[in-house]
């Protein structure tokens, strides 16, 4: 938004006016003496307050910051860049551990089927919405009904292969998928919000949109609450693991600048801040505060036209594989993370299901490679390379940074850089720009093939490449056990690497900042996000 | 006087009409809208296109400003595209925050402006000097860096004053004037410099005027010369200054209030023209172009206090 404006001065000049004595200076420095007291008044009755309270041993009042604030309370939208507010209302039916691993929530059991075209799902005991309204088979079977069919949510293209849904008892159900249907778990769990249900009946009455009913540890306090500026939440009097409940109050309060929520957290006007870019680390670190900051967003390349019909170089593997050899990652990576994050030449990072140790560093920097592979496809000279990129989370910096790298091997980047995300989402779907650059976060493999580079892929792929060899991969992978999965998803990122259809280049981290009074702040390799019902007093 | 009221709450309605318009179109040439915001980069098209036409957005431009310019006439600004909530209710929530920190700046602004330009005026030499500089340097200094600046001293190394956030002087008066005092310094400071030298300029005009020499020779007492005579018609152009100080103090309260995580008006326009949501973003507008017309009706009237001759005609 614009700086201030000052008004036009139009003072009117003067001519020199006659000397006037000042009235006494007593009354001036009276005034000043009055200043002093008021002020040392307000300080001496001010202090130790603030929105936010140290966070004791019995859990009193935690507050943390968050850029965002909430489009919806409705968890069936998957809005998860909300997933701090969710998780104070909403449980998850699975939970993702730090560990990366599946534990039980609100469903105890499950199991898949055959070829995974069935998903069975055992139901936690005595467990209610906060509105009273009993969670049993019959409330989560409404629940994903809901997800389903909502106009504009997620749910028609997670659940699309989800045929029929049977309540085979009071606390159990069955999934039924028209195809196989991996990672059920990731869908029900915390990581995609889908899986955090609310209470059908509200669902039905159009109110979780303004008024969460979940089946979490807190409730929204409407009347302690003002819309996008503080949300306030205190225990859900019916929740079921009333141990797990360690605050009186928790209060998130949408802080967008960063400094801001950084002045904020040293003051200890909050306990936490979310979200933070690499930049805040530092800062936070020399004023004693902790941090966890898992890579959390890849950033790379994509050569949309991987068939060469835009842009005919492209059509060739030895082009895009030397574009990848052109690339100083580890250079790059010093703009991008600032001593955090992970290079990559892959398109997983550490931790995910499709990561492939052997392939780290398949592409290291080197000029003389790129030149020759580009002079064995016919370009020596090289040729120009129009990239679509958006001023957002360093994509930017990448689409410069190439430009600079790659001219050395004769290819020119013609980077458009657009400062409005909706003009480039909008345009990155299309066939306009024969490469763009890409950021996205962490998910398996089966995910990135759906929204990445399937043929049918929702957020990039717009000229529909497809690959016979690459399809049957997937169609192994998705109906594979688990324990065959990761070496099927391992050999498709090794086509994908081979074949070059995307340089990636960095993995950079969301920082989470956090005051040592506070423990469970958790996010590693293994599950990149924090889940902020794991907070607690420290010690 | 009652003429002069009616005549411009009756041009301000026009006036909404065209701004709001003005602002309507010039959203609509922004690349996107709000149901790619909510949705995100991996929606399908038919994700986006289903949430599109349930938000209204596949309508034509003029029937959807049709619609929201009828709705608004009764008095009802629609509902946010981004989170459904009442416009109205948004905006006022957050209508107090900034016009307690626009009018607190402006009044601070104009109490120190005005004294220090009266002191400018009456001495000149070092210290005439050193005010003038003084008044420079506030309008050098950016905003923005001036408030990090005071958020680093005064909240942070010495913990004094909070360093974001607002506490509704209901719920503390206390506690409401810490709060106020690190934005509120912040914003005044460049208002002030303005207000300083225009002071500064006017009374010297004034006090170099016959009339001045006169009262003096009539042995009329200083202070009566200076605050009585002098000071009420150097004010004419001064008041004129303060209103337009006002307008960019408003203005200028969208910095401040990110920097210090304030929940007023100019925020939440932030937030609405991020998100392209156009009922927001023409409730804002509605909202601003009020307080403007009101102020500069304000301004009239003042004018008419210190001028006879403005009354009359």
């Known amino acids: 938004m614009q700086v201030g404006m000052r008004p036009d001065e139009g003072a009117v000049r003067a001519r020199r006016a006659p000397r006037l004595p000042l009235a006494s200076a007593k009354r001036f420095r009276g005034a000043i003496a009055a200043a002093i007291v008021l002020c040392a008044a307000i300080g001496v009755s001010g202090c130790g307050g603030g929105v936010g309270t140290t966070a004791s041993s019995t859990g009193g009042t935690l507050t943390i910051a968050d850029g965002n604030f909430p489009a919806t309370f409705d968890t069936a939208m998957g809005l998860n860049e909300d997933n701090t507010y969710y998780a104070m209302t909403n449980d998850p039916l699975i939970v993702r551990t730090p560990t990366g691993k599946f534990a039980p929530d609100l469903a105890l059991s499950w199991q898949y089927g055959p070829r995974n075209e069935s998903f069975s799902l055992k139901l936690r005991p005595n467990v209610t919405f906060s509105d009273g309204t009993k969670l049993d088979a019959e409330a989560v079977k409404a629940w994903l009904e809901h997800v389903k069919t909502l106009p504009g949510g997620p749910g028609a293209g997670f659940l699309a292969s989800l045929k029929s849904i049977d309540v085979t008892g009071p606390l159990s159900l069955t999934l039924h998928f028209s195809k196989p249907t991996p990672l059920v778990e990731l869908l029900l769990s915390q990581e995609l919000a889908i899986g955090q249900p609310g209470s059908p009946k509200a669902a039905k009455a159009g109110t979780l949109k303004t008024n969460p009913v979940g089946a979490g540890p807190y409730v929204l306090d409407q009347t302690e609450t003002v819309a996008r500026d503080h949300y306030a939440f205190v225990p859900n009097p019916h929740y079921w693991n009333k141990s797990a409940i360690h605050w009186k109050k928790i209060v998130i309060k949408v802080i967008a600048n960063s400094n801001a929520a950084l002045q904020a957290l040293k003051t200890n006007q909050v306990q936490v801040v979310e979200n933070q870019a690499a930049e805040s680390i530092a800062p936070a670190k020399s004023a004693g505060l902790k941090f966890v ?97 958006v001023a957002l989370v360093g994509q930017n910096v990448v689409a410069e940074a190439l430009a600079g790298q790659l001219a050395k091997v004769g290819i020119k980047v013609e980077p458009d850089i657009k400062t409005n995300t909706g003009e480039y989402t909008a345009k990155v779907g299309t066939k306009e720009f024969p490469a763009v650059t890409l950021s996205w976060g962490r998910l398996p493999a089966v995910t990135n093939y759906q929204l990445l580079w399937g043929p049918k892929a929702t957020g990039a792929n717009p000229f529909k490449t497809r690959s016979p060899k690459l399809e049957h991969i997937y169609e192994e992978l998705v109906a594979a056990p688990a324990d065959r999965a990761e070496a099927i998803a391992h050999e498709m990122q090794r086509f994908l690497v081979e074949e070059a259809w995307f340089a990636p280049v960095y993995v950079t981290p969301l920082a989470v900042l956090y005051r040592p009074s506070i423990a469970g702040v958790n996010a590693t390799d293994q599950r990149d996000v924090t889940f902020p019902q794991e907070y607690r007093p420290a010690g | ?262 929940p007023g008006l100019g925020g939440l326009a932030v937030q609405a023209t991020t998100e392209h949501d156009v009922p927001l973003i023409l409730g804002s507008v509605v909202y601003f172009t009020v307080i403007v017309v009101l102020m500069n009706l304000l301004v009239d009237l003042v004018y008419g206090w210190l001028d006879p001759r403005v009354r009359v005609s």
Not at chain 2, 150 to 177: C, D, N, R
């Open chain 1, 293 to 389: 900051a898992p890579t959390t967003l890849m950033m790379g390349l994509q050569f949309s036209d991987r068939k060469g019909e835009l842009l005919k170089p492209l059509g060739d593997v030895r082009v895009r594989q030397a574009i990848n050899y052109a690339i100083n990652r580890p250079e790059l990576g010093k703009l991008l993370g600032l001593g955090y994050g992970e290079v990559v030449d892959q398109m997983a990072a550490k931790g995910d299901d499709d990561f492939v140790p052997e392939l780290q560093n398949r592409y290291p920097y080197d000029p003389a490679k790129a030149k020759q592979l580009l002079a064995e496809a016919g370009y020596p000279h090289g040729f120009s390379l129009p990239v679509l990129s």
């Open chain 2, 1 to 262: 006087m009652l003429r002069l009221i009616g005549r411009r709450l009756a041009l301000s309605i026009p006036l909404l009409v065209g701004v709001t318009a003005a602002a309507f179109v010039l959203v609509a040439l922004i690349p996107g809208d709000v149901a790619r915001e909510i949705l995100g980069p991996t929606a399908t098209r038919a994700q986006y296109l289903q949430l599109r036409h349930a938000l209204g957005l596949a309508q034509p431009l003029p029937v959807r400003y049709w619609h929201w310019l009828t709705a608004a006439l009764h008095g009802n600004l629609g509902a946010s595209a981004f989170s459904q909530e009442p416009v109205t209710s948004l905006l006022n929530s957050r209508l107090g925050v900034t016009l307690d920190l626009v009018v607190l700046a402006t009044i601070l602004a104009a109490v120190v402006g005005i004294a220090l330009g009266v002191a400018g005026a009456l001495l000149s030499g070092t210290v005439g000097r050193a005010i003038d500089s003084i008044s420079l340097l506030g309008l050098a200094l950016p905003e923005f860096v001036l408030g990090l600046v005071l958020v680093a001293l005064l909240a942070v190394t010495i913990e004094i004053f909070p360093a974001t956030g607002y506490v509704p002087f209901a719920q503390s008066p206390a506690e409401w004037v810490r709060s106020m005092v690190l934005p509120v310094v912040t914003l005044s400071v460049p208002a002030l410099a303005i207000i300083a030298k225009q002071t500064r300029d006017s009374m010297r005009d004034v006090l170099s005027r016959p009339f001045v020499r006169t009262l003096q020779a009539a042995g009329i007492p200083r202070r009566s010369i200076l605050f009585k005579h002098a000071l009420r018609n150097a004010a004419i152009p001064v008041a004129t200054v303060i209103g337009l100080v006002f307008i960019g103090v408003l203005s200028g309260s969208v910095l401040v209030e990110d920097v210090f995580a304030i």
